[in-house]
């Protein structure tokens, strides 16, 4: 599309006890809109046109890694996939229309209510004519804050994207994210302390919209000398969507690779690689168990759990489950 040339810009400064995030893009070209909107959530497949004469697009984003205030607005659609990444993400609408989670859930939007996107798996988007605010909140924050309200450790917490938040959630949120806004909006003025109390605000407030879900562990991790293992079957939980090696996972737990697979067959009775094949096998039948009637197939879903051979997979999950991939496929489309 011929206009005017976008402009792009983006800075990561040091400051006192965090690092300062600032994004700026805008411009009339549609090219240039996908090339660089897509490049901010690492997205591969994104596309956009214009609605009418006048297309435009303007995105700018301010924070630090615990939490990004963000704003993006477009006269025209555009539509994409976001991989999971470091951060939760809030947003919603204040103009226009917009669908999250294309061919899967398909969720419409709803003007000034929050939608938490899904965090756990790829999504794709579509967004027409929107003026839109979004919350980047780092995992590492939400964990510590969700660890804090339980009293305990809550490495593997995930959240459910098609909850219905209360009202009075959904007002808690606003409230925090206004005054954290106005408080942002003063610059160099903001001390880092108080920085932090207003990204913990945010945090709790997004919890309340959004109670978290604690990955289930195996009981023999809570002694305290399996500490290592535990740290590796957190990691594992938390990141099963993404390749994950053994020397990554040897790495987490601060041990060699073979020392690693002898400790989880102490005390697990599997090598680490067995036991995330376990948790992928899990997430592939709750979405099986869960899927689209019209849409969904075993292949798909094992791909996108990373099992590329189908033969492979239905063995392991009738194996673990009893009945093939298929049958638990054919049950969510009798019960639909």
């Given at each position: 599309?011929?206009?005017?040339?976008?402009?792009?810009?983006?800075?990561?400064?040091?400051?006192?006890?965090?690092?300062?995030?600032?994004?700026?893009?805008?411009?009339?070209?549609?090219?240039?809109?996908?090339?660089?909107?897509?490049?901010?959530?690492?997205g591969?497949?994104?596309?956009?046109?214009?609605?009418?004469?006048?297309?435009?697009?303007?995105?700018?984003?301010?924070?630090?890694?615990?939490?990004t205030?963000?704003?993006?607005?477009?006269?025209?659609?555009?539509?994409?996939?976001?991989?999971?990444?470091?951060?939760?993400?809030?947003?919603?609408?204040?103009?226009?229309?917009?669908?999250?989670?294309?061919?899967?859930?398909?969720?419409?939007?709803t003007v000034?209510?929050?939608?938490?996107?899904?965090?756990?798996?790829?999504?794709?988007?579509g967004?027409?004519?929107?003026?839109?605010?979004?919350?980047?909140?780092?995992?590492?924050?939400?964990?510590?804050?969700?660890?804090?309200?339980?009293?305990?450790?809550?490495?593997?917490?995930?959240?459910?994207h098609?909850?219905?938040?209360?009202?009075?959630?959904?007002?808690?949120?606003?409230?925090?994210?206004?005054?954290?806004?106005?408080?942002?909006?003063?610059?160099?003025?903001?001390?880092?302390?108080?920085?932090?109390?207003?990204s913990?605000m945010?945090?709790?407030?997004?919890?309340?919209?959004?109670p978290?879900?604690?990955?289930?562990?195996?009981?023999?991790?809570?002694?305290?000398?399996?500490?290592?293992?535990?740290?590796?079957?957190?990691?594992?939980?938390?990141?099963?969507?993404?390749?994950?090696?053994?020397?990554e996972?040897?790495e987490?737990?601060?041990?060699?690779?073979?020392?690693?697979?002898?400790?989880?067959?102490?005390?697990?009775?599997?090598?680490?690689?067995?036991?995330?094949?376990?948790?992928?096998?899990?997430?592939?039948?709750?979405?099986?168990?869960?899927?689209?009637?019209?849409?969904?197939?075993?292949?798909e879903?094992?791909?996108?759990w990373?099992?590329?051979?189908?033969?492979?997979?239905?063995?392991y999950?009738?194996?673990?489950?009893?009945?093939?991939?298929?049958?638990?496929?054919?049950?969510?489309?009798?019960?639909?």
């Amino acid at each position: 599309m011929e206009g005017a040339p976008s402009t792009v810009t983006g800075s990561a400064q040091d400051l006192p006890e965090r690092q300062r995030v600032r994004l700026e893009a805008e411009g009339r070209d549609n090219d240039q809109a996908r090339s660089t909107l897509s490049s901010f959530y690492d997205g591969s497949e994104w596309s956009t046109h214009p609605t009418g004469a006048s297309y435009f697009y303007r995105y700018a984003a301010v924070g630090d890694a615990t939490m990004t205030l963000r704003t993006s607005e477009m006269r025209g659609y555009i539509e994409g996939d976001i991989p999971p990444g470091d951060d939760f993400i809030v947003q919603w609408l204040t103009e226009g229309s917009a669908v999250v989670d294309l061919r899967r859930d398909e969720i419409p939007l709803t003007v000034g209510r929050p939608q938490l996107f899904p965090a756990h798996r790829p999504f794709v988007f579509g967004f027409t004519d929107y003026r839109q605010k979004l919350v980047h909140l780092g995992r590492q924050r939400v964990r510590s804050v969700a660890a804090e309200r339980t009293g305990g450790e809550a490495s593997g917490v995930r959240f459910d994207h098609t909850a219905s938040p209360s009202d009075a959630a959904i007002a808690l949120w606003h409230d925090s994210v206004a005054l954290a806004s106005r408080a942002l909006a003063r610059g160099d003025e903001l001390s880092p302390l108080l920085w932090h109390e207003l990204s913990r605000m945010v945090t709790v407030a997004f919890l309340e919209l959004y109670p978290s879900h604690t990955a289930e562990l195996p009981p023999a991790l809570l002694a305290p000398r399996h500490a290592r293992i535990r740290a590796v079957v957190e990691h594992i939980h938390e990141h099963a969507h993404l390749p994950l090696t053994p020397t990554e996972l040897a790495e987490v737990a601060g041990l060699s690779v073979r020392a690693l697979q002898d400790a989880f067959q102490r005390t697990l009775g599997m090598p680490p690689m067995a036991y995330l094949r376990q948790v992928r096998l899990d997430r592939a039948h709750a979405e099986l168990a869960a899927a689209d009637p019209a849409g969904a197939s075993v292949a798909e879903v094992a791909r996108r759990w990373g099992f590329a051979h189908l033969g492979r997979f239905s063995a392991y999950y009738s194996e673990r489950f009893g009945v093939p991939p298929g049958e638990t496929l054919r049950s969510a489309r009798l019960s639909a």
